[in-house]
Nanobody, 126 residues
Framework: VQLQASGGGSVQAGGSLRLSCTAS????????IGWFRQAPDKGREPLSC????????YYADSVKGRFTVSRDNAKGTVHLQMNSLRPEDTADYFC????????????????????WGQGTLVTVSS
């Protein structure tokens, strides 16, 4: 299933944004879900992973302490709270499932190419 990210926008450095991830009204898959981002002219960067039901989450060093991922299976939503934003956080942000696992093995995994959905643009100005 493709997940859809929303909630992006433009903020000044030091500001906050909260991104949301849904399955277009469907139930979230019983799989770990990760957040990735892609800055202009760069590859996709894994940021975080949250398990399907254990609540465990992991973060890349670049966002640890500033970003927090949460998951509400009853509401079918995963959130990424982003605080202390920096200009280098400017990117398209995506959420995506890990087809292979319901739990996270660290913050990164290799998603299926078929599962990439629409991202949401975050722009941070200095």
């Amino acid at each position: 299933v493709q997940l859809q990210a929303s909630g992006g926008g433009s903020v000044q450095a030091g500001g906050s944004l909260r991104l949301s991830c849904t399955a277009s009204g469907l139930t979230l898959p019983d799989r770990a879900i990760g957040w990735f981002r892609q800055a202009p002219d760069k590859g996709r960067e894994p940021l975080s992973c949250i398990g399907a039901s254990d609540g465990k989450s992991y973060y890349a060093d670049s966002v640890k302490g500033r970003f927090t991922v949460s998951r509400d299976n009853a509401k079918g939503t995963v959130h990424l709270q982003m605080n202390s934003l920096r200009p280098e956080d400017t990117a398209d942000y995506f959420c995506i499932q890990d087809r292979a696992r319901a739990y996270c093995e660290g913050y990164a995994f290799i998603p299926s190419m078929d599962d990439w959905g629409q991202g949401t643009l975050v722009t941070v100005s200095s």
